[in-house]
């Protein structure tokens, strides 16, 4: 069973989004917003992420997608809220998928 008011954002976001540390910049967030979940690199040059926590929390996350790091240029953030699975340990970078 989840804990109450926990959810999943699952995001892709566009642009010049790879080759400027928007990973890192995005483990940098969801780490102080002490979420868990990843993100990774996309083939078709999209950054992936999905991520759990409290839905301010992950608010605040999507916020900082839609911003990004100062080298990158956002074009769009698709984003969906999913129910919470429970089942990360922290947040990571995965591998390109």
């Known amino acids: 069973m989840n804990e109450i008011g926990i959810t ?9 989004v790879q080759g400027v540390s928007f990973r890192y910049y995005v483990l940098e967030q969801a780490s102080t917003l002490d979420l868990k979940g990843w993100v990774r690199n996309r ?3 999209s950054v992936e992420t999905t991520a759990e926590g409290p839905r301010h929390k992950l608010e605040q996350l999507l916020q900082a997608l839609r911003q990004g790091p100062p080298m990158a240029h956002v074009e769009n953030v698709d984003f969906e809220w999913l129910e919470a699975k429970g089942e990360f340990v922290g947040f990571s970078v995965r591998s390109t998928g």
Do not use: F, K, P, Q
Request: net charge positive.
């Open 8 to 16: 999943r954002l699952h995001a892709t976001v566009t642009g010049r």
């Open 43 to 45: 083939w078709d040059g």
